[in-house]
């Protein structure tokens, strides 16, 4: 008997629903060791790339324990082997289902619904550094393909936004035309690497930074083994210039420090390396007393991630970073396994063997500042909250050619660099600044005003924090005249991209009820007296579920009461708000006028 097979066109969403509900069987059966490839890998040793990775996860299974749906996702199928079908979706301008929405982050690309129907992309820029000709050619290809910005990050770094599903791939395969990439920026992999923006020009750093960022950069390119760990990792290079890397707010931190002699070791300039630092958790890196060759920072960069590998958490995404996996086992046991797998034994020092650090300046990333080269200078130019359009791109970059070295210099603090400029053509380059519409100067408050994206373009937001930030600028700026450096930081949600914690006045989004009823309103927690490098620590609590509409009032208030209050016109808001409890700095500013 013949049997006549069906033809059957599904809708896009049928599909989607069906690749959805056959994904779910698949990672199933490997949560539960019954596909074929988890069958046959409980029978002998992983092996290839992945091999950590499928050991640490089988170590989780047989414990009893169950993986996180992204470990199954990644299990279920490597990112990196699935790019026909982002080709294919790409084709036709369909959304990814949730597991594949995971994968094409390890491409730099996030599916940001429900905020919007369409991609993010973040790029990779190792120390933040890029070629004038590569920041007018980023302008000319996203202006067909998405929204016609860019947006400087906290990690000194470029992100892309409103990308068409249609749009995906000709964006990422455009960026690596430009000798560019947006590769492993994304998802559970070693995020961009940052380093001094002032690195080889700064007249008072230690270290140049860029030759370690680089090699860091590539070692992680070009090995697969180093992708898919058990959460994102952060990983800073700090030459002790005069713009803060925030060095400390990594999962690794290589600060250049001066080793005196007389202590066993040879002396000049080291590495002194930190871990765990993660301050939307509220710890910054830890001092180890270890000291690293900066020839040694890859090699001992890499087997730290090897450990994390070994031992970070498959199971609770909010506890798979490294300063979990140090918590669980203790600094000297990590160290020692860390110790194993570099195969010789860490070079220690006391406190005392290493020169105080030259102080950072919480301007030099604004305004025209002397470079260490004779008649140079480097200009800090001031983006609003960190967004430039293609037309200052294209701008920028013909500055940077005709004016400077031909470079572009990205900060954490979402602005941009452009050095090597003459000193005679200092004015010809702020005009030309001008001209496109930014600026070179910027009040205390403009200067130190941080927002991440929020949720008109991030699912996890739960305010419109560049909305909120640019109506606390406006509101402040001419209500409050200060004469010593401010930070202001908004975050929307609880990873604490533009990190909160630390910073003069921090505000995370929240929910606030109003009414008698279940209704909320956008609005923020604010905090008080953070600060990082040698200041380091967590604010505390001022305000508990502040309305966004009366956030630029609060802050205003917060600012006056300081300027009233502050023991001498020396002292910082900083040391203001630390000699004072969350509930009397609350007092200080509702009393104020």
């Not at 049928?14 to 959805?20: A, D, N, S, T, V």
């Not at 996860?57 to 299990?75: C, I, M, N, P, Y």
């Not at 401010?486 to 609880?494: Q, S």
């Not at 909320?520 to 007296?529: D, N, R, S």
């Amino acid at each position: 008997m013949k049997i006549e097979s069906l033809s059957i066109d599904f809708t896009d969403e049928q599909k989607r629903y069906l690749e959805g509900f056959t994904t779910g069987l698949q990672i199933s059966r490997v949560g539960r060791g019954l596909s074929g490839a988890a069958a046959g890998k409980t029978s002998s040793e992983p092996t290839g790339p992945d091999a950590a990775h499928i050991k640490a996860q089988d170590k989780t299974v047989a414990s009893g324990k169950k993986l996180a749906d992204q470990e199954k996702f990644k299990r279920e199928e490597h990112p990196f082997d699935a790019y026909p079908r982002l080709k294919e979706q790409a084709r036709t301008n369909a959304p990814p289902s949730p597991a594949d929405n995971f994968r094409w982050r390890y491409y730099g690309l996030f599916y940001v619904a429900p905020a919007q129907d369409s991609y993010m992309c973040r790029l990779r820029i190792p120390n933040g550094i890029l070629k004038h000709w590569q920041f007018s050619g980023l302008a000319d290809l996203i202006e067909p393909l998405c929204g016609p910005f860019c947006h400087v990050t906290t990690r000194a770094n470029l992100q892309v936004r409103e990308i068409p599903p249609k749009n995906a791939v000709a964006l990422i395969e455009g960026i690596q035309d430009l000798g560019l990439c947006s590769r492993g920026s994304g998802a559970d992999n070693i995020r961009n690497v940052t380093g001094t923006p002032t690195a080889g020009i700064d007249p008072q750093e230690l270290l140049d930074t860029r030759e370690y960022a680089r090699e860091w950069h590539y070692h992680i390119l070009n090995d697969r083994s180093l992708t898919g760990l058990p959460r994102k990792f952060n990983v800073a290079f700090d030459g002790a210039g005069r713009i803060a890397v925030l060095e400390d707010t990594n999962d690794i931190a290589f600060a250049a420090v001066e080793v005196r002699d007389g202590f066993g070791v040879q002396p000049g300039i080291w590495f002194r390396l930190g871990i765990g630092g993660i301050t939307g958790h509220k710890d910054f890196a830890r001092e180890t007393g270890i000291i690293v060759k900066p020839a040694d920072a890859t090699k001992v960069a890499d087997a730290i991630v090897r450990v994390f590998i070994d031992h970070g958490d498959r199971t609770n995404r909010l506890k798979a970073r490294l300063k979990y996996v140090i918590d669980g086992m203790g600094m000297e046991k990590f160290l020692d396994l860390v110790e194993e797998k570099l195969g010789h034994a860490f070079t220690r020092v006391p406190p005392e063997a290493l020169a105080p650090r030259p102080a950072f300046d919480r301007m030099a990333h604004i305004g025209v500042v002397k470079q260490k080269q004779a008649g140079l200078n480097w200009i800090g130019i001031a983006l609003p909250l960190g967004k430039a359009t293609c037309e200052q791109m294209r701008g920028l970059a013909k500055i940077a050619q005709d004016l400077g070295d031909g470079d572009i210099r990205l900060t954490v603090w979402q602005n941009l660099l452009i050095p090597g400029v003459r000193d005679d053509n200092v004015e010809p380059a702020i005009a030309a600044i001008k001209k496109i519409g930014l600026a070179v100067e910027a009040s205390q408050i403009r200067a130190g005003l941080i927002a991440c994206t929020g949720n008109a373009g991030c699912k996890f937001a739960a305010s419109d924090t560049k909305r909120h930030a640019a109506a606390i600028g406006d509101w402040c700026e001419p209500r409050v005249e200060l004469d010593t450096p401010l930070n202001i930081h908004l975050t929307g949600c609880h990873h604490s991209c533009a990190q909160h914690y630390i910073s003069d006045i921090g505000l995370i989004a929240a929910k606030v009820p109003v009414g008698e009823e279940d209704d909320t309103v956008e609005g923020y927690h604010l905090f008080a007296g953070g600060g990082f490098g040698p200041n380091a620590d967590v604010g505390q609590e001022v305000y508990h579920d502040l309305k966004a509409e009366d956030a630029p009032k609060t802050v205003e208030k917060l600012l006056k009461a300081y300027l009233a209050h502050r023991a001498s016109p020396d002292e910082t808001f900083l040391t203001f708000a630390r000699r004072h409890d969350g509930e009397t700095l609350r007092k200080l500013a509702e009393a104020s006028k």
